[in-house]
């Protein structure tokens, strides 16, 4: 099962942050937060990670609460590019088993102009 | 960036066929690939572990006899559905990880079994 839960989906006006929660209250200690998202028959996409501190690249924010238990992806401007199903995975990062993802059902986030 | 390439993008076959799907990392080595597979409107759900130059890890449930893994290089792996059958329609996708690094993508595959 996915150590992760997410809402089923969520709207957001285009030009507006997009705040996409995630609860992972069982991670453990050396397991980091990924984010994914995956846009209509293509592979998922990679977007940010973090362990404990919030992160900020091109695409999006990532914070974390202090006890680790949930995080939130922001996504600052949201257009219309970004509708999509977004997953957030709690992983070890690197090495073999690293790659071995557990998804769940992920959160459908639509832009709306 | 690396770039994880799938072929074919889109498959369609006959009944009782099969049909092979590659999987190349293609500027880093890899010795573990994955393979997922996603019917509509739900969620990836791991099949397997390839690993090169051994037998692949199957998770429970899915059939190693149906789904043959290859893995005989460190950038291809190589994912055949024998003996296809409407219901093993679905998009495939594979994923690599460096041997010590980041975890990359497939464009994915999707089979259509008639």
């Known amino acids: 099962d996915a150590k992760t839960t997410q809402p089923t989906s969520m709207d957001c006006a285009e030009g507006r942050a997009a705040n996409l929660p995630c609860n992972h209250s069982t991670i453990s200690g050396n397991e980091y937060v990924y984010w994914y998202r995956q846009i209509h028959s293509q592979g998922p996409q990679y977007i940010i990670h973090?362990?404990?501190n919030n992160e900020t690249n091109e695409m999006a924010s990532l914070i974390i609460t202090e006890d680790r238990k949930s995080s939130t992806l922001i996504l600052p401007h949201a257009t219309l590019r970004d509708t999509a199903v977004y997953y957030c995975?709690?992983?070890?990062?690197?090495?073999?088993?690293?790659?071995?993802?557990?998804f769940g059902q992920g959160t459908e986030l639509s832009v709306k102009p | 960036g690396a770039v994880v390439s799938q072929h074919p993008s889109w498959v369609i076959c006959k009944s009782g066929t099969s049909v092979k799907i590659e999987c190349r990392s293609l500027d880093f080595q890899a010795t573990t690939m994955f393979w997922y597979r996603q019917f509509p409107k739900q969620s990836l759900m791991l099949m397997a572990t390839s690993n090169e130059g051994s037998k692949a890890t199957y998770e429970q449930g899915v059939e190693k006899d149906k789904f043959l893994i290859n893995h005989a290089s460190l950038t291809l792996s190589t994912l055949t559905v024998t003996s296809a059958h409407p219901e093993d329609s679905s998009f495939y996708i594979c994923?690599?990880?460096?041997?010590?690094?980041?975890?990359?993508f497939g464009e994915g595959s999707r089979l259509t079994v008639l």
């Open positions: 994923s690599a990880t460096p041997i010590a690094g980041e975890l990359f």
């Open positions: 973090g362990l404990k």
């Open positions: 995975i709690v992983r070890v990062a690197g090495g073999n088993q690293g790659g071995k993802l557990i």
